[in-house]
């Protein structure tokens, strides 16, 4: 159970969307989760919106069902569910519709001043609830508004919603979410940089050899081929979580824990990463995309032959890319970025690799194994693991060396269960505190760095590079990061 010094401040919440996979997944299971813990404040109300034809009840029978497949049956209480089920009410509502929004500012009259609008909706629809919102007088006094990623296609695209949505509501009111940030772990980075002198004073370019970030999923793109074809890997993924994870880990320590300095330094590092262009392009970055294969030991189609899919797609399923940041902490420290789909294992995991001892007395063939690694596992099980070199336990061997590891396992001991990260957002959203959400200069920085690549990728006509399902990616992945000893860190087993 969550550890919490206060309740909640009285609030409301509208989510938009209110049907959808992510609102029935995602965010209804964290508010359940915030009801056990007793945080939710006794007056706060759930407004559930969307175009379906449901009534409370039949909205909260359809919502009953969804909590039991995805909390489990053995972790649903009852009790809980009913006093979940007191705050919700349903909203039908053609999203588009202007006449619609009288029910909107009907039910705004009797809710508290702060209202939160959360937007679980395709981004397209932004601007056009927010338009419908203010012309109906449907935006409460102290209203919040939240975004769900992406925002936009790339740059230009990400400022018209952002100048849309910013008409009505002050950048202050607006929470732009990137669900990454809300992960325990991720939010352990800054404890762990900066309170921690150990980490703290080795965390620059004189004692990190390389840093490697991997986010691999197992599932390929689960019937949204429509959708993902437009996108593809790199819009998906390396814009927003692969970049914000980035900058959690390079980021200079913020003058003070709020918001804003903690923003600003994040967006330091955007600014300093070094541009991938035409002239270098083919070298520090792979395209690939799935073929047909195996995973767990059942048969998965090619991207091309998924269900709704085109023969002649030349959208990227996987990426792969080497960056550098041109500042004083990390000149010369290379950063490997790799995401995909369909591949070996299903782990979300930064990686930083410490440099050598420059004078090595051991077993010359053991010096590989002499580098100290902080593993930061985000995914499937949330810990922190230091590899440490020491002396094998034997007579036989002599001062044969063997790496073992240092576990901070965020899912033992005390806390059976870890906080699922909308929990956290949700949570911190209600109080008002925008830390974990990302401000519209990172947003726009990020697309700047990313379009740049994208058009580099157009402008020399590179290639995808084909990769079975059920493999670590295209074999140029690995030649990618090779040299000085270098490899991708796959998931440890031990």
């Known amino acids: 159970m969550m550890r919490l010094d206060t309740r909640l401040e009285s609030c409301d919440l509208m989510l938009f969307g209110g049907v959808g996979d992510l609102s029935l997944r995602k965010l209804f299971p964290a508010l359940y989760q915030l009801e056990a813990a007793g945080v939710l404040h006794h007056t706060t109300r759930i407004i559930a919106i969307a175009r379906k034809d449901y009534d409370d009840h039949s909205f909260c029978t359809l919502l009953e069902s969804s909590l039991r497949g995805y909390i489990g049956e053995d972790q649903f209480d009852e009790q809980h569910w009913i006093s979940l089920k007191k705050r919700i009410s349903y909203l039908r509502l053609e999203l588009s519709d202007l006449d619609d929004y009288a029910a909107i500012k009907q039910a705004v009259a009797t809710l508290s001043p702060t209202v939160i609008y959360y937007l679980a909706t395709p981004p397209e629809l932004y601007g056009t609830i927010c338009e419908n919102l203010h ?40 929470y732009r979410i990137d669900h990454y940030l809300g992960k325990e772990t991720v939010q352990n980075l800054i404890a762990l940089r900066f309170a921690n002198n150990l980490f703290g004073s080795q965390w620059d370019q004189h004692h990190v050899d390389h840093v490697q970030i991997t986010l691999a999923e197992q599932v390929g793109i689960e019937g949204r081929w429509g959708y993902y074809d437009q996108v593809g890997q790199m819009r998906d993924m390396v814009q927003n979580h692969l970049i914000q994870l980035l900058c959690m880990v390079a980021m200079d320590p913020p003058t003070q824990l709020t918001a804003d300095s903690i923003r600003d330094e994040k967006l330091n590092v955007l600014r300093a990463l070094r541009p991938i262009t035409e002239k270098n392009v083919k070298r520090r970055t792979v395209r690939g995309q799935y073929r047909e294969g195996k995973i767990n030991d059942k048969a998965c189609p090619g991207y091309l032959e998924e269900e709704g899919g085109r023969s002649n797609s030349d959208t990227e399923t996987f990426v792969a890319l080497r960056v550098n940041i041109d500042n004083w902490r990390w000149a010369g420290v290379p950063f490997y970025l790799r995401t995909g789909k369909r591949l070996a294992d299903k782990v979300s995991e930064i990686i930083i690799t410490y440099k050598s001892q420059r004078h090595y007395i051991f077993d010359p063939r053991q010096r590989a194994m002499a580098q100290n690694k902080l593993i930061i596992r985000l995914q499937p099980d949330e810990s922190i693991r230091l590899r440490v070199v020491t002396k094998e336990q034997s007579l036989e061997q002599g001062m044969a060396l063997q790496s073992r590891a240092l576990d901070l396992d965020f899912s033992g001991g005390e806390q059976a269960r870890i906080p699922d990260a909308y929990e956290r957002l949700l949570l911190e959203l209600m109080r008002g505190n925008p830390s974990l959400f990302v401000r519209r200069d990172e947003i726009e920085e990020s697309w700047k760095w990313c379009d740049n690549l994208i058009d580099a990728w157009k402008r020399t006509g590179n290639q995808l590079e084909p990769y079975a399902a059920g493999s670590w990616g295209p074999e140029s992945a690995s030649k990618l990061i090779s040299g000085r000893g270098r490899e991708w860190h796959e998931r440890l087993k031990t």
């Open 135 to 174: 012309s109906s007088g449907s935006i409460a006094s102290a209203g919040r508004i939240a975004l769900e990623k992406p925002i936009g296609h790339d740059q230009k695209s990400s400022r018209v919603i952002n100048d849309k949505v910013s008409c009505y509501f002050d950048e202050s009111r607006i």
